[in-house]
T-cell receptor, first 113, second 112 residues
Framework: KAGVTQTPRYLIKTRGQQVTLSCSPI?????VSWYQQTPGQGLQFLFE???????NKGNFPGRFSGRQFSNSRSEMNVSTLELGDSALYLC????????????FGNGTRLTVT | GENVEQHPSTLSVQEGDSAVIKCTYS??????FPWYKQELGKRPQLIID?????GEKKDQRIAVTLNKTAKHFSLHITETQPEDSAVYFC???????????FGKGTSLLVTP
C-alpha cells in the first residue's frame, strides 16, 4: 500500500507570495491533518479534514488555509508568505482520525526568502 | 489549549543502556498518547501508543507507561542500539480528539 505522498518536496518562495502544497493520503484513509515542523517549536497542528470538512483548526493566522477533495486528497495554502513561514510542512492521514495513529508523509520543505 | 512538555531535550546513552523520555500534559480530557520516532531527514513514524484505559504497554524493547492522575507518560527503551538514535516526540490528543499536541522532541544519541 502506498504511503502518504506530499508534493512538492522542496519549495523556495519570496516574501509576499503565496504557495499551495498537496497531500495524497493512504488509500482508504479519509482524515488528513497538516502540521508545521520547525526546529524551535516542534510539530504544531494546523488543521484536520474529514470528508471534505474541516473539523479542527490550530492556532495559526488566517493566511493558512486548506481544503479536502472528494477523493480525500488535500491541499494547504499559505498566502502573503512571511520569513517565519519557512518550515517543514507535514501531512498525515488516518482511517478515522479520532484518537487514531497518524501516518505522515515526507513533508514539503518551504523556504521563504 | 493542550500543553505537552517533554524532557530531556537531548539524551546520550551507551549502547545496551536504557533510555527514558518523560512527558507531561495539561488537558485531563486527553485519552490517546502516541510516540513518534523521526530519523534525520525522514518522516515521523509511530513506534508505540497507549490509551487512557491502559497503564502500560510494551512492544519488544519499547514500553510506555501512563499515569493519568499525575498527567504524565514515559517512553522506555531497553538495550539501546545505535539505530535507536533519532528524535522522539510524545503527543497527547487534544480536546476535540482530532488533533495531536506534540512535545518538542528528545534527540537520542546511542553511542557504540
Amino acid at each position: 500500500k502506498a504511503g502518504v505522498t506530499q508534493t512538492p518536496r522542496y519549495l523556495i518562495k519570496t516574501r509576499g507570495q503565496q504557495v499551495t502544497l498537496s497531500c495524497s493520503p493512504i488509500s482508504g484513509h479519509r482524515s488528513v491533518s497538516w502540521y508545521q515542523q520547525t526546529p524551535g517549536q516542534g510539530l504544531q497542528f494546523l488543521f484536520e479534514y474529514f470528508s471534505e470538512t474541516q473539523r479542527n483548526k490550530g492556532n495559526f493566522p488566517g493566511r493558512f488555509s486548506g481544503r479536502q477533495f472528494s477523493n480525500s486528497r488535500s491541499e494547504m495554502n499559505v498566502s502573503t508568505l512571511e520569513l517565519g513561514d519557512s518550515a517543514l510542512y507535514l501531512c498525515a492521514s488516518s482511517l478515522v482520525s479520532y484518537n487514531s495513529p497518524l501516518h505522515f508523509g515526507n513533508g514539503t520543505r518551504l523556504t521563504v526568502t | 489549549g493542550e500543553n505537552v512538555e517533554q524532557h530531556p531535550s537531548t539524551l546520550s546513552v551507551q549502547e545496551g543502556d536504557s533510555a527514558v523520555i518523560k512527558c507531561t500534559y495539561s488537558d485531563s480530557a486527553s485519552n490517546y498518547f502516541p510516540w513518534y520516532k523521526q530519523e534525520l531527514g525522514k518522516r515521523p513514524q509511530l513506534i508505540i501508543d497507549i490509551r487512557s484505559n491502559v497503564g502500560e504497554k510494551k512492544d519488544q524493547r519499547i514500553a510506555v507507561t501512563l499515569n493519568k492522575t499525575a498527567k504524565h507518560f514515559s517512553l522506555h527503551i531497553t538495550e539501546t542500539q545505535p539505530e535507536d538514535s533519532a528524535v522522539y516526540f510524545c503527543a497527547a490528543s487534544g480536546d476535540s480528539g482530532y488533533a495531536l499536541n506534540f512535545g518538542k522532541g528528545t534527540s537520542l544519541l546511542v553511542t557504540p
